[in-house]
Structures are given as structure tokens and as C-alpha cells.
């Protein structure tokens, strides 16, 4: 093989590994690229599910909160009817009370001074 043969086939093999290393190069381009683009994707999706969670905690506290505000006013609903329950029982009881004082006064009076 003279020297020109020589040159060809050596310019040929740079040219063939040239080419390889640019392929390796555009895979381990690829490759750093999906490996950061999942890395992104992983931290996002963790990121969307903390959201949701402090969403749903958020919400949770509303509601509790809600509740207990409710059965405050259910409580307090309920110790307002116990006492005008009372309150109406205790009117009743006096009424009648008064109704039997008065019978027996008036019973008194028609029966007239006691000698």
C-alpha cells in the first residue's frame, strides 16, 4: 500500500471514529438530558402530591374547625331550650301555686270570721 492508500484509509478511520464519538457524544448528550428531565418530572410530581396534601390538611382544619363551631352553637341552642324549659316549668309551678292561694283565700273569706 503506497502512502497516499495509506492516508486514505487513515483519514477514513478518524473519519469512522469521529463519527463514533460524536454518536457517543449525542447519546451521552441524551442521556443527561432524560436523566434531568426526570429528575424534573419526579420533583414536580412530588411536589404536585405536597400541594394536595397541604391542600387536603387545609381543608381538614376548615372543617374541623367548622364542626366544632357548630356543635358550640348546638350546645348553646340546647342550654337556651333547657332553660326556658325551666323557666316555663318554674312559671307553671308558680301559676299554679298562686291558683291554689288564691282558692284558699277566697275559701277563707266565704267561710267568714272564725269565732
Given at each position: 500500500m503506497d502512502d497516499r492508500q495509506q492516508r486514505q484509509v487513515n483519514e477514513a478511520a478518524e473519519k469512522f471514529a469521529e463519527a463514533i464519538r460524536e454518536s457517543f457524544e449525542a447519546v451521552a448528550e441524551r442521556?443527561?438530558?432524560?436523566?434531568?428531565?426526570?429528575?424534573?418530572?419526579?420533583?414536580?410530581?412530588?411536589?404536585?402530591?405536597?400541594?394536595?396534601?397541604?391542600?387536603?390538611?387545609?381543608?381538614?382544619?376548615?372543617?374541623?374547625?367548622?364542626?366544632?363551631?357548630?356543635?358550640?352553637?348546638?350546645?348553646?341552642?340546647?342550654?337556651?331550650?333547657?332553660?326556658?324549659?325551666?323557666?316555663?316549668y318554674m312559671d307553671f309551678i308558680s301559676s299554679m301555686f298562686s291558683y291554689y292561694q288564691e282558692i284558699a283565700t277566697q275559701a277563707q273569706r266565704q267561710a267568714g270570721p272564725r269565732r
Open positions: 442521556g443527561v438530558s432524560a436523566q434531568q428531565l426526570n429528575a424534573e418530572l419526579t420533583q414536580n410530581f412530588f411536589n404536585s402530591v405536597i400541594d394536595n396534601l397541604q391542600a387536603q390538611t387545609e381543608g381538614t382544619r376548615r372543617l374541623t374547625r367548622e364542626l366544632a363551631d357548630q356543635q358550640e352553637r348546638q350546645w348553646e341552642a340546647s342550654q337556651a331550650m333547657a332553660q326556658q324549659s325551666v323557666d316555663a
